[in-house]
């Protein structure tokens, strides 16, 4: 299941304070981003298995609000092999995401034995 990108209502403004201009009522305020660099030589198809099982997560965490995964293009050598953008609306949901049952079984059973770098970074917007 795709998560939307924009939660319903979101094409309302958000009014009143100017640093909030342009930002979409109703749209995620926190950001998640995630890099994986993968072991050299893993199949192909084990990363594929990660992807997949990474987007089954919206499914079932209830305070995913967008959620997306891809594989990098492979344009410019150095890069990640694994991108995962998620948004939330607070850190109490993001905290419920990282906790997740299944969030950490996706990690234990797919991506640790494989991943040889993470990179990480939560904002706001």
Request: proline share 6%; net charge neutral; charged share 25%.
């Amino acid at each position: 299941m795709r998560v939307p990108v924009l939660a319903a209502g979101a094409l309302r403004h958000r009014r009143g304070d100017p640093r909030r201009r342009g930002q979409l009522q109703g749209a995620p305020v926190i950001r998640h981003c995630v890099l994986l660099r993968i072991a050299e030589g893993t199949d192909p198809e084990v990363v594929e298995r990660i992807v997949e099982a990474l987007r089954t997560l919206p499914a079932r965490i209830p305070s995913i609000r967008t959620y997306e995964v891809g594989v990098d293009l492979g344009w410019r050598d150095g890069n990640a092999e694994i991108g995962i953008v998620a948004g939330f609306d607070d850190q109490e949901g993001w905290r419920a995401y990282v906790d997740h049952p299944d969030h950490v079984a996706v990690i234990e059973q797919h991506i640790a034995p494989v991943v040889t770098s993470r990179q990480a970074v939560q904002f706001q917007v």
